[in-house]
């Protein structure tokens, strides 16, 4: 189960926090909906929730915050939006790269693929998927390492209401399997539909937590939406009609020429229309949502009087197409304007109730045992009640059991804290209020996800699921057998800078600028479509994540180099025959220069990428090493670095006193070498740099 207590946002600038003091439960085997309108504070919420961003308050999955669960992958599964993964990637290999991530087998893919009705596009790519089929995808996401919670912000919404029935279907079928859901709606009729529990939010607090069923009888009204050019007139004569006839009506005026009829039919409302010759535009019957938001706030204007006898306010409502705010009646009518000193609604014998709270609104009919026209809710209930109470009414977060059932007048902030501790008992879960009173507000702090459990899978999975590292290298031989051509032709090119196409007018050769492309968006992607980080907000960059990206990079490094050697080496064969590929006689020294230099470009570009969070930072990093680290080297040694590496044999083996066995000093002077040259030099100064600093921002994550 799902316990928040004392959930808070961190307020900006001069606003209000956008949560403020949010407490309510969800258990296990039940489907628990967070309504609000846009703005009410949802989403955030869920991501206190999630800690993905600061605050205050403490959230617990089964008895544990989220960031002491090892795996929380495996206990929480989420669904914020849309799939963050990268567009030609194919849905079976974005299935496929996570199971690596949570250490799930790769078979549960393919189950959860059949289980979501994507088994005849799980070739597809993600940039081609509908809105419905991303969101069946993000749900097979959320469920892959079978957790026992979901947490969903607003999953229905966009879809239609067939994809709606199936994703609620599969959330129902969750929870008789005694799992806990959370989702977010604005839509209170989904809320009522759907789930067990809805927990009502306005401006940052908690309005109401009712059993679905409660909340249907009380927010979701039957109404006749009526239309007519002669509504005021149509108005007064049901009214009319029904103050004789002594029965229950409430017209509510939407527009100038929109009604909205409580308590009568269609067939009703049509022959009273019929038989005094008013025109109607439209008759329907309709659902009144009366939403969990208070209207904006308005300044009573003075009732201006009508011929038919009925008063007009000047505060009346504007509707919409299917307003949110329709259906006010007497009980959420103090909502509608916030007056200083509100006058109390009175009702006589056979009179109608002119709607003070709710303008526009006649009430008609008689005194009915059980009905009551509230003003604006107290923060405390009053010690007793009227005698005409409707039944049942909206039992209000303040009150709980019997006799404390107080209609829910909107826009009043019932769950304030101050109210109840003034006296109202607070509407909380059973166990939920006790605790919460002995609960000191933690702060919450922003995580990094964890390191993918097989990070090298999960790795090769990634850079094998696209086809950036494919073009990139199909690229880079074309180039280099191209450049090898033009300086075969042009002349005066030394032999090992033929064999590599590295023009002295250029600062790289293709090879490592290829191999650094890659490295850099090996982590640049991480951050581009973050699927590591789609429940937790912030990329992981943990040391064994990075090692894999090192081994899997360097690996592709060495393919790239090796391959543009021998395609550079077969064209200038066709073209110009054996003459110029010959092979030099330090073959050995300028190979492993030569792989040392691609590797180290591509390490340089992971490094950078993930230190700087772009692809285009790790790019521009090993481009700095020829054109700004190499001149800096230079300037600060005060030459040539070449004359630093004449001896250094020697002086090795007097530092060593015995001899280096098997000709080891052959292989340490050519690591020397390699060193000492400028751009061997500078490479092997920025990747000490680069993991130095790559290695201080994870332990200073760690330490906050």
Same mark, same amino acid.
């Given at each position: 189960m799902i316990q928040v207590l004392g959930l808070s946002s961190h307020p900006r600038k001069d606003l209000p926090p956008a949560v403020d003091d949010v407490s309510f439960e969800a258990?296990?085997?039940?489907?628990?909906?967070?309504?609000?309108?846009?703005?009410?504070?949802?989403?955030?919420?869920?991501?206190l929730m999630l800690e993905l961003e600061p605050g205050l308050g403490v959230t617990h999955f089964k008895g544990r915050p989220l960031h002491e669960i090892p795996q929380p992958a495996r206990e929480v599964g989420t669904l914020l939006g849309d799939v963050p993964g990268h567009p030609a990637r194919t849905v079976r290999g974005h299935l496929r790269m996570l199971?690596?991530?949570?250490?799930?087998?790769?078979?549960?893919?393919?189950?959860?693929?059949?289980?979501?009705?994507?088994?005849?596009?799980?070739?597809?790519?993600?940039?081609?998927?509908?809105?419905?089929?991303?969101?069946?995808?993000?749900?097979?996401?959320?469920?892959?390492?079978?957790?026992?919670?979901?947490?969903?912000?607003?999953?229905?919404?966009?879809?239609?209401?067939?994809?709606?029935?199936?994703?609620?279907?599969?959330?129902?079928?969750?929870?008789?399997?005694?799992?806990?859901?959370?989702?977010?709606?604005?839509?209170?009729?989904?809320?009522?539909?759907?789930?067990?529990?809805?927990?009502?939010?306005?401006?940052?607090?908690?309005?109401?937590?009712?059993?679905?069923a409660d909340f249907a009888r009380t927010r979701l009204r039957p109404r006749v939406a009526v239309r007519s050019p002669h509504a005021a007139r149509l108005a007064a004569l049901l009214t009319k009609e029904?103050?004789?006839?002594?029965?229950?009506?409430?017209?509510?005026?939407?527009?100038?020429?929109?009604?909205?009829?409580?308590?009568?039919?269609?067939?009703?409302?049509?022959?009273?229309?019929?038989?005094h010759g008013i025109l109607v535009h439209q008759l329907a019957d309709e659902v009144g949502d009366t939403g969990c938001a208070p209207e904006p706030e308005a300044r009573p204007e003075p009732a201006l009087s009508r011929a038919d006898g009925t008063r007009r306010h000047g505060s009346e409502r504007t509707g919409a197409v299917r307003p949110r705010t329709e259906a006010r009646s007497a009980v959420t009518g103090s909502a509608q304007a916030r007056p200083t000193a509100p006058a109390p609604a009175t009702r006589t014998p056979g009179t109608g109730v002119s709607g003070a709270g709710v303008p526009g609104a006649v009430v008609s009919g008689p005194a009915v045992p059980g009905r009551t026209v509230p003003g604006p809710t107290p923060s405390a209930p009053p010690p007793t009640q009227p005698s005409g109470t409707r039944g049942p009414g909206?039992?209000?977060?303040?009150?709980?059991?019997?006799?404390?059932?107080?209609?829910?007048a909107l826009g009043t902030r019932l769950r304030d804290a101050r109210a109840r501790s003034a006296g109202a008992p607070e509407r909380r879960p059973q166990g939920l209020a006790a605790r919460s009173a002995a609960v000191v507000p933690a702060f919450i702090h922003v995580r990094p996800a964890p390191s993918p459990l097989q990070p090298l899978?999960?790795?090769?999975?990634?850079?094998?699921?696209?086809?950036? #590292?494919? %073009?990139?290298? $199909?690229?880079?031989?074309? !180039?280099? +057998?191209? @450049? *090898?051509?033009? =300086? &075969?032709?042009?002349?005066?090119t030394p032999q090992h800078r033929l064999l590599a196409a590295w023009p002295r007018q250029i600062p790289l050769p293709p090879a490592a600028l290829g191999a650094g492309l890659l490295g850099a968006?090996?982590?640049?992607?991480?951050?581009?479509?973050?699927?590591?980080?789609?429940?937790?907000?912030?990329?992981?960059?943990?040391?064994?994540?990075?090692?894999?990206?090192?081994?899997?990079?360097?690996?592709?490094?060495l393919m790239i180099a090796f391959l543009s050697l021998g395609c550079d080496l077969e064209v200038l064969y066709l073209v110009y025959g054996q003459e110029l590929t010959r092979v030099p006689g330090n073959w050995l020294s300028l190979g492993a220069g030569w792989f040392a230099l691609v590797v180290?470009?591509?390490?340089? #570009?992971? %490094?950078?990428? $993930?230190?700087?969070?772009? !692809?285009? +930072?790790? @790019? *521009?990093?090993? =481009? &700095?090493?020829p054109v700004a680290v190499v001149p800096l080297v230079q300037h600060v040694f005060g030459g040539p670095s070449v004359r630093a590496a004449a001896g250094i044999v020697e002086?090795?083996?007097?530092?060593?006193?015995?001899?280096?066995?098997?000709?080891?000093?052959?292989?340490?002077?050519a690591v020397a070498r390699l060193v000492a040259q400028p751009v061997g030099g500078a490479l092997t100064l920025s990747l000490g740099a680069l993991l130095c600093a790559y290695v201080c921002t994870t332990l200073r994550t760690r330490a906050r």
């Amino acid at each position: 189960m799902i316990q928040v207590l004392g959930l808070s946002s961190h307020p900006r600038k001069d606003l209000p926090p956008a949560v403020d003091d949010v407490s309510f439960e969800a258990c296990a085997g039940r489907v628990t909906a967070l309504l609000g309108t846009p703005g009410a504070g949802r989403t955030t919420v869920l991501r206190l929730m999630l800690e993905l961003e600061p605050g205050l308050g403490v959230t617990h999955f089964k008895g544990r915050p989220l960031h002491e669960i090892p795996q929380p992958a495996r206990e929480v599964g989420t669904l914020l939006g849309d799939v963050p993964g990268h567009p030609a990637r194919t849905v079976r290999g974005h299935l496929r790269m996570l199971c690596a991530a949570t250490g799930v087998p790769v078979r549960r893919a393919d189950e959860l693929l059949e289980g979501v009705g994507l088994v005849s596009l799980r070739e597809e790519r993600l940039g081609s998927l509908s809105h419905g089929l991303d969101r069946r995808l993000g749900l097979a996401c959320a469920l892959l390492a079978d957790p026992h919670t979901l947490v969903l912000d607003e999953p229905a919404a966009g879809l239609s209401a067939r994809e709606a029935r199936w994703l609620h279907g599969v959330l129902r079928a969750h929870a008789e399997r005694g799992g806990t859901v959370l989702f977010t709606t604005g839509d209170s009729r989904e809320a009522a539909h759907h789930a067990d529990r809805v927990v009502a939010m306005n401006e940052g607090k908690v309005l109401a937590d009712l059993a679905a069923a409660d909340f249907a009888r009380t927010r979701l009204r039957p109404r006749v939406a009526v239309r007519s050019p002669h509504a005021a007139r149509l108005a007064a004569l049901l009214t009319k009609e029904a103050r004789t006839e002594r029965r229950s009506l409430e017209v509510v005026r939407e527009e100038a020429n929109r009604l909205s009829v409580y308590g009568s039919t269609c067939a009703d409302v049509g022959e009273a229309a019929f038989r005094h010759g008013i025109l109607v535009h439209q008759l329907a019957d309709e659902v009144g949502d009366t939403g969990c938001a208070p209207e904006p706030e308005a300044r009573p204007e003075p009732a201006l009087s009508r011929a038919d006898g009925t008063r007009r306010h000047g505060s009346e409502r504007t509707g919409a197409v299917r307003p949110r705010t329709e259906a006010r009646s007497a009980v959420t009518g103090s909502a509608q304007a916030r007056p200083t000193a509100p006058a109390p609604a009175t009702r006589t014998p056979g009179t109608g109730v002119s709607g003070a709270g709710v303008p526009g609104a006649v009430v008609s009919g008689p005194a009915v045992p059980g009905r009551t026209v509230p003003g604006p809710t107290p923060s405390a209930p009053p010690p007793t009640q009227p005698s005409g109470t409707r039944g049942p009414g909206v039992p209000g977060p303040g009150g709980r059991g019997a006799g404390a059932r107080a209609p829910l007048a909107l826009g009043t902030r019932l769950r304030d804290a101050r109210a109840r501790s003034a006296g109202a008992p607070e509407r909380r879960p059973q166990g939920l209020a006790a605790r919460s009173a002995a609960v000191v507000p933690a702060f919450i702090h922003v995580r990094p996800a964890p390191s993918p459990l097989q990070p090298l899978r999960y790795e090769l999975r990634r850079a094998a699921g696209v086809g950036t #590292g494919y %073009l990139t290298t $199909g690229v880079v031989l074309l !180039t280099s +057998a191209l @450049l *090898a051509v033009l =300086l &075969a032709r042009a002349g005066h090119t030394p032999q090992h800078r033929l064999l590599a196409a590295w023009p002295r007018q250029i600062p790289l050769p293709p090879a490592a600028l290829g191999a650094g492309l890659l490295g850099a968006i090996a982590f640049g992607d991480e951050f581009r479509h973050p699927a590591l980080a789609a429940d937790r907000g912030t990329v992981p960059r943990r040391l064994g994540l990075l090692t894999a990206k090192l081994l899997v990079s360097g690996t592709t490094a060495l393919m790239i180099a090796f391959l543009s050697l021998g395609c550079d080496l077969e064209v200038l064969y066709l073209v110009y025959g054996q003459e110029l590929t010959r092979v030099p006689g330090n073959w050995l020294s300028l190979g492993a220069g030569w792989f040392a230099l691609v590797v180290g470009c591509a390490w340089a #570009g992971v %490094l950078a990428a $993930g230190l700087f969070r772009s !692809t285009t +930072a790790g @790019l *521009a990093a090993v =481009l &700095a090493v020829p054109v700004a680290v190499v001149p800096l080297v230079q300037h600060v040694f005060g030459g040539p670095s070449v004359r630093a590496a004449a001896g250094i044999v020697e002086r090795l083996r007097e530092l060593a006193l015995p001899q280096w066995p098997f000709g080891g000093e052959r292989y340490l002077a050519a690591v020397a070498r390699l060193v000492a040259q400028p751009v061997g030099g500078a490479l092997t100064l920025s990747l000490g740099a680069l993991l130095c600093a790559y290695v201080c921002t994870t332990l200073r994550t760690r330490a906050r």
